[in-house]
């Protein structure tokens, strides 16, 4: 196990998560408060979290309509083909026209609100839940085998529901590599 731990606070942004798990070349972490584990953070559970939020919503000028809704006045791509105002190519270039920033500008801006998602979010938001644990006193292939059966790839190790390491697979590894195990 490794006794050198970096714990993760629920309320940290998941960019700042991020940038201290590359900063010390691990892929996860426990997420504790006052004290007590909650969860892990993994590249995965951020992965995960992306691929699930939803992109920048569209903003859309409306006007009502004569029976009192409101009706989209941006004309459809289909209008724009047909009057030859601007070639299909251009589709690719500026999709939504009312989405904000073109292409370009977003290459140049990332770290406005609408480009990035994991300075907006906390750990809280994208951690899994529950803790996985083992004891000092567990053996390497008894870790092995439970991080197998629980899917997972980092375990903390708990002595009387104190933190004193984490086993993760790379550690299983190593013990197998230098025959400890």
């Known amino acids: 196990m490794s006794t050198d731990v970096v714990v993760l606070e629920p309320e940290l942004s998941l960019r700042d998560a991020i940038t201290l798990l590359a900063d010390r070349r691990i892929t996860g972490a426990p997420v504790a408060s006052a004290g007590t584990i909650m969860g892990t953070l993994s590249a995965n559970d951020v992965l995960a979290f992306e691929a699930d939020t939803p992109g920048v919503p569209l903003e859309r000028s409306q006007q009502p309509e004569d029976d009192g809704s409101l009706a989209e006045t941006a004309e459809t791509e289909e209008d ?102």
Do not use: C
């Open 80 to 181: 724009e083909w047909a009057k030859e105002v601007e070639a299909p190519s251009a589709y690719f270039d500026e999709p939504w026209e009312d989405a904000g920033a073109g292409a370009e500008e977003t290459f140049h801006e990332l770290n406005g609100p609408e480009w990035d998602i994991l300075q907006e979010h906390t750990v809280a938001e994208a951690m899994s839940r529950g803790v996985r644990s083992v004891s000092p006193g567990t053996s390497v292939e008894e870790a092995a085998a439970y991080m197998l059966k629980k899917r997972i790839h980092r375990a903390v190790v708990l002595e009387s529901g104190e933190l004193v390491g984490i086993i993760t697979a790379t550690d299983v590894m190593r013990a197998v590599a230098n025959r400890r195990a």
